[in-house]
């Protein structure tokens, strides 16, 4: 079976996702606005309370994945710390060199004192900025990292096809590959037969509130949309389904 992954950033969308059937949430905030930012410790422990698998993104502030200031590592490793105390499944993290390659000494330092043996971990999109995305494949499966979330180096999954596909070939089962990145229904197909291990969206819609001059203008907030995401559900089950032997 194909995982199912909500990227959502309140309790509301948590539940949302339960109710479409989703395997686990990615739980972020500033979603749209920064690609998604470590949420509130308030926010996680309501998230877990409900009862899903939850897996906190652990990243500091927005742009690059190069962290270079001692003081943003100490301030992931105490919210991964935290997020693990609050019950977190898993975290999802990050973290390149100067060079665009899996940086190794940050990943432990943001991880230093986490029980990872007791979690699952996701290395996030920074991996689509890397040019050998294979050889940071092989590093994280070094790293003991569960899978990793990639669009295959587009900026839609739909477009990262062929490298998903050659992705899935390379880690052969060792970690798993997760996809996304702009996924619609339509792209599922291609999806299922790249053999991707789970596929990861945030579902989400726009809905005007205008938070005035101190709060944001008119750009409205995000609200998980369960129309989309029970679409989802549905044509992932059913390709599932299909692949499924006869008896």
């Given at each position: 079976?194909?995982a ?9 969308g ?5 109710r479409?059937?989703a395997d686990?949430?990615e ?16 926010t ?41 105390s609050?019950?977190v ?18 990943l432990?330092r ?7 043996a ?16 294979a050889?940071a ?28 596909t ?10 798993q ?6 996924i ?22 726009i ?10 203008g ?17 044509g ?6 299909a692949?499924r032997?006869?008896?």
């Amino acid at each position: 079976m194909t995982a199912l992954e909500f990227a959502v950033q309140d309790v509301a969308g948590a539940r949302g996702a339960c109710r479409t059937g989703a395997d686990r949430v990615e739980l972020c905030a500033a979603l749209g606005a920064t690609g998604g930012l470590t949420a509130s410790i308030g926010t996680i422990e309501a998230v877990v309370a409900i009862g899903v698998p939850t897996h906190a993104l652990i990243r500091c502030r927005a742009g690059g994945f190069g962290y270079l200031e001692p003081e943003e590592i100490a301030v992931m490793n105490a919210d991964a710390r935290a997020a693990v105390s609050a019950g977190v499944a898993g975290l999802v993290v990050g973290a390149l060199t100067p060079q665009r390659r899996v940086d190794v000494d940050t990943l432990r330092r943001v991880l230093e004192g986490v029980p990872v043996a007791d979690i699952e971990l996701t290395f996030h999109r920074a991996i689509d900025v890397i040019d050998d995305r294979a050889a940071a494949v092989d590093t994280l499966v070094e790293l003991g990292v569960t899978r990793v979330l990639t669009s295959g180096g587009a900026a839609r999954c739909a477009d990262g096809i062929a490298e998903l596909t050659a992705l899935v070939d390379h880690a052969a089962g060792r970690i798993q590959i997760m996809a996304g990145g702009g996924i619609t229904v339509a792209d599922l197909p291609a999806l299922h037969r790249a053999g991707v291990d789970a596929v990861h969206l945030s579902a989400r819609r726009i809905v005007a509130d205008d938070g005035g001059p101190g709060g944001g203008g008119t750009a409205g907030q995000d609200r998980f949309d369960e129309d989309v995401a029970f679409a989802v559900a549905t044509g992932l089950r059913q390709l599932d389904l299909a692949r499924r032997p006869r008896r």
